[in-house]
């Protein structure tokens, strides 16, 4: 009896154990459809947001290869009004009046022109209408070297006349002013032969200095230069309108110096003194134009 009764006993605890692992394996199959089925529930929304994810990219495509409009830009700019007496802006002149005595464009000009602007002049730092002609193609200036009484140069192998604005200005060789090129706006060097326009002159053409011309707007320049033996020099050049209207013009352009210089004694035999001689040298020019039109009466 007690060994059946035994038995049985683990009968029923194998019974118990099957149960109870048949019931912990349904419950994790539950376990495992309930977190199925949340995963699921969570995911079904979020569909319609991947669906839409190709239409907001279609529309950003479509965004950015539409044609930008950009805000209007207006440019306003004024003409180069170069005349044939007035400022170049520039080493390169369009306009000359030395050879038809009217203002032309170059290009249309059938002579040969050189037009040496005021911004080559100080470029150049040159200190003399003959200075000032150096490097132009078929003139050779400073004939004789350095000389103080005069600019002296050939054309084309041979003599020019000098003419400034148009007039005759150099008459022989020792009776002249010479002309101080700060004054000058330009200097225009004319090749070959043209007594048809000026009259009896040389064969090797024409050099016409080009005055410093009233401007509509004002421009004050004032300058010291100081040098060896003693040189000091001022300048000034002012132009621009006398009243509000701008109907008249005025120029004045000038400079003066000083320098100490040693010179030879008249004795013969006698060597260098230190004897010094001024040598001042001035010239100014002042002129009123009148600009625009006035009423009758």
């Given amino acids: 009896m007690p060994q059946r009764a035994t038995h049985r006993r683990g009968r029923h605890r194998s019974h118990a154990l099957r149960l109870t692992t ?60 170069e005349t044939a007496t007035g400022p170049v802006f520039g080493y390169v002149a369009k306009r000359s009046a030395t050879a038809t005595k009217t203002d032309t464009p170059i290009m249309e000009t059938p002579q040969s022109i050189t037009v040496i602007t005021r911004d080559r002049i100080e470029a150049q730092g040159a200190q003399s209408v003959q200075q000032a002609m150096g490097y132009t193609a078929g003139v050779h200036a400073g004939l004789y070297g350095n000389d103080n009484r005069g600019d002296w140069g050939r054309f084309r192998g041979t003599d020019f006349t000098q003419y400034q604005d148009g007039l005759l200005n150099a008459v022989g060789y020792y009776n002249n002013v010479r002309p101080d090129v700060y004054a000058l706006e330009r200097i225009d060097i004319l090749r070959g032969p043209s ?14 200095l080009v005055s410093k011309r009233p401007q509509p707007e004002a421009a004050r320049e004032i300058g010291v230069q100081f040098g060896n033996n003693n040189r000091k020099q001022v300048q000034a050049d002012l132009t621009g309108p006398l009243d509000a209207d701008g109907k008249w013009l005025s120029v004045s352009a000038g400079r003066a110096g000083a320098r100490q210089r040693h010179a030879c004694g008249l004795c013969p035999g006698q060597s260098l003194s230190d004897r010094a001689v001024a040598d001042v040298s001035a010239e100014q020019r002042y002129v009123v134009y009148a600009a625009g039109e006035f009423p009758a009466g």
């Fill in 22 to 81: 048949l019931a912990l394996g349904l419950q994790a199959a539950g376990m495992v459809w309930a977190q199925q089925s949340a995963s699921a529930d969570a995911s079904a929304p979020a569909a319609a947001p991947a669906s839409a994810a190709p239409a907001s990219a279609a529309t950003a495509t479509a965004t950015a290869t539409a044609p930008a409009e950009l805000p209007a830009v207006t440019v306003r700019a004024t003409s180069d009004n």
């Fill in 195 to 208: 007594s048809m326009l000026f009259g009896q002159g040389a064969v090797g053409g024409i050099l016409n």
